[in-house]
């Protein structure tokens, strides 16, 4: 796969599943629900810093919008992501189980987000960069370093 679009595309369907089973295991398991909650953060996290420190220059520097356009729209939107997945863990954490609203908050931008990314964006970096680029961005991610996206409590 050599396409932004559809890999990640492929990772918001897996974080979307996660978020889904996390859910799920809040009305039945607390403990399945931390783990599970644990991944989803982590792995969004993870999806964020692959954007931000590789797809996102590639981009910039290509279209020359540094401070502007989707890509400035799109890290702020992250920080909104952000916060709502330490509210949260913290929440979570503390044995509250009350994330209702949270969870809502965070659906809601995140469903935005992802639309925004996989019409607008994504495919907007497959035309303007060349398959070795994209294929240099992927290797980037896979050898991304644990330390760049395993933080945990606002870290």
Not at 45 to 59: A, D, G, N
Not at 64 to 88: C, N, S, V, W, Y
Request: charged share 35%; aromatic share 10%.
């Amino acid at each position: 796969m050599n396409n932004v679009l559809e890999f990640m595309g492929k990772d918001h369907d897996r974080l979307d599943g996660v978020f889904k089973d996390f859910r799920s295991a809040m009305n039945s398991d607390i403990s399945k629900a931390k783990q599970l909650f644990h991944d989803f953060k982590t792995g969004l996290q993870k999806h964020i810093v692959w954007e931000e420190e590789i797809l996102f220059p590639l981009f910039e520097n290509k279209t020359r919008m540094f401070d502007e356009g989707p890509t400035a729209i799109m890290r702020m939107e992250h920080r909104q992501i952000k916060d709502f997945l330490e509210k949260i863990h913290k929440r979570i954490s503390e044995k509250d189980c009350d994330v209702e609203l949270l969870q809502a908050g965070l659906i809601e931008v995140l469903t935005e987000h992802n639309n925004k990314e996989e019409s607008i964006l994504y495919p907007w970096i497959d035309k303007e960069t060349s398959e070795l680029e994209r294929e240099e961005a992927f290797a980037k991610m896979k050898n991304l370093s644990p330390e760049k996206y395993c933080k945990c409590c606002g870290e």
